[in-house]
C-alpha cells in the first residue's frame, strides 16, 4: 500500500514539473484583438464652438399712442379678430383706438380743403408774377400758405393714424394683451408685440486665445438641441477687439439665415464657427491618439503587428484632427484596442 502511494506521489511530481516546463517554454505570444480602419483622404474643418440664445433681428412692441375705444381689427385671412400667432403685413391695422372727439378737433377734411385752396392760389400768384401782374412779396406769401396747409394736413394725417396700431413689418404677432372690447384705454399702454425671424442674431462670447482668428463673414453653422437634424447657416458681422477682464473672452456677433422660421427666438442653440477647413487631408479621430515622450503618437498594423507612428496634426475640431506627418494613404488605422498595444505587438484584426 505505501508503494502505491509512493507510486501516485511519484507520478504527480511528474506531471506538474512537465506542465510548468511545457508553459515556460512556449514563448507564444498572445495577439491581441483590434480594429482597423483604412485611410482615406477626407474633409475637415477646424473650428470654435460657442452656444447663446437666438433673438429676432426685426421685433417691435407697440403702444398706445392717444386715447380711445379698443376695438380689435379683423383678420381677413381668418375672418376673426387678430389672435397670437397671426401672420402679418407691414401696414395692416391690428387694432383701432376709436376716438370721435378727437377725429372731430383733428379737422381732416377741413385741412385738405385748404390745402388745395392755397395749391391754387400759388399756382395763380406764380402765373401772375411770371407775367408782371403779382409783386415777388405776393408770390412768397402764397408759398408760405401753401407749405403751412401741407404742414397742417400732414399733421392731421399723422394725428389720425395714431388711433390705429399697424404692423411695421412683416411679421407674426407674438404677444397680445388682452383688453376688453369697447372699453377707453388711455395712452402708453402695451399693444401688440410683432417679431420677423426669418432671420435672427446670436452674441457669443469666445475664448481670449481665438480672437485672431474670428473674423467678419466667417462662415457659422447653428444647431438646435431640440432639432438635431436642422442645421441652419449664418455668418459673423461683428467682432469686438476687447476682451471682458472678468471671463477674459470677447464678443462676437452672428446673423442666422431662418428662411422656414425652425429656429424661434428665445431658443438655446450651439454655433460652429469655421475658421479653417480642407477639402482633402489625413483625418483621423482625435482619441484615438496617445501622447507619449516621443510626441503624439498611433498604431497602424502592418504584416501582423502593430506598428507605432508619431504624427504631427494640421486642422482640428473636437472629434478629428488633420495628419500631416506620420501617416499615408491606405495605412491600416488601429481606431479600436490601442491601449495596451506596443511596438510590433502581434495583432489580431477583427470587425
Request: a neutral charge; aromatic letters at 8%; proline letters at 5%.
Amino acid at each position: 500500500m505505501n508503494r502505491v502511494i509512493k507510486y501516485l506521489l511519484l507520478v504527480g511530481i511528474l506531471v506538474l514539473a512537465g506542465c510548468g516546463g511545457q508553459q515556460g517554454d512556449t514563448g507564444v505570444e498572445i495577439a491581441a484583438p483590434v480594429s482597423v480602419e483604412e485611410i482615406k483622404y477626407k474633409p475637415i474643418e477646424e473650428f470654435f464652438t460657442s452656444t447663446g440664445t437666438v433673438k429676432a433681428i426685426l421685433e417691435a412692441t407697440l403702444k398706445s399712442e392717444t386715447s380711445g375705444f379698443y376695438r380689435l381689427a379683423m383678420n381677413p385671412k381668418t375672418k376673426q379678430p387678430f389672435a397670437l400667432g397671426d401672420v402679418v403685413e407691414k401696414g395692416q391695422v391690428i387694432i383701432y383706438l376709436d376716438n370721435p372727439e378727437l377725429e372731430s378737433s383733428i379737422m381732416i377734411e377741413s385741412r385738405l380743403l385748404e390745402l388745395e385752396v392755397s395749391q391754387q392760389e400759388l399756382e395763380k400768384q406764380k402765373s401772375l408774377y411770371e407775367k408782371g401782374g403779382a409783386t415777388y412779396r405776393e408770390l412768397k406769401n402764397a408759398e408760405k400758405n401753401y407749405m403751412n396747409a401741407q404742414y397742417n394736413y400732414e399733421n392731421a394725417k399723422i394725428q389720425l393714424e395714431k388711433l390705429k396700431i399697424s404692423a411695421p413689418f412683416d411679421g407674426v404677432i407674438v404677444d397680445l394683451p388682452y383688453y376688453t372690447p369697447r372699453t377707453k384705454n388711455d395712452a402708453g399702454l402695451r399693444m401688440v408685440q410683432i417679431m420677423n425671424y426669418s432671420n435672427l442674431y446670436l452674441d457669443v462670447n469666445l475664448p481670449a486665445k481665438s480672437l485672431g482668428e474670428i473674423r467678419v463673414d466667417q462662415p457659422v453653422r447653428v444647431m438646435n438641441y431640440s432639432l438635431p437634424d436642422d442645421t441652419l447657416l449664418g455668418k459673423i458681422t461683428q467682432v469686438s477687439p476687447a476682451l471682458d477682464p472678468d471671463t477674459r473672452s470677447f464678443k462676437s456677433s452672428i446673423v442666422i439665415d431662418n428662411p422656414d422660421w425652425r429656429l424661434r427666438p428665445g431658443m438655446f442653440t450651439k454655433a460652429e464657427i469655421i475658421v479653417a477647413s480642407k477639402d482633402s487631408a489625413i483625418v483621423i479621430p482625435k482619441d484615438i491618439i496617445l501622447a507619449k515622450r516621443r510626441g503624439k503618437t498611433v498604431f497602424i498594423v502592418d504584416k501582423g503587428a502593430a506598428e507605432e507612428r508619431v504624427i504631427s496634426t494640421g486642422l482640428e475640431n473636437p472629434e478629428f484632427v488633420e495628419v500631416t506627418n506620420g501617416l499615408k494613404l491606405n495605412d491600416r488605422l488601429v481606431v479600436k484596442g490601442f491601449e495596451t498595444l506596443r511596438h510590433r505587438s502581434k495583432v489580431r484584426i477583427v470587425r
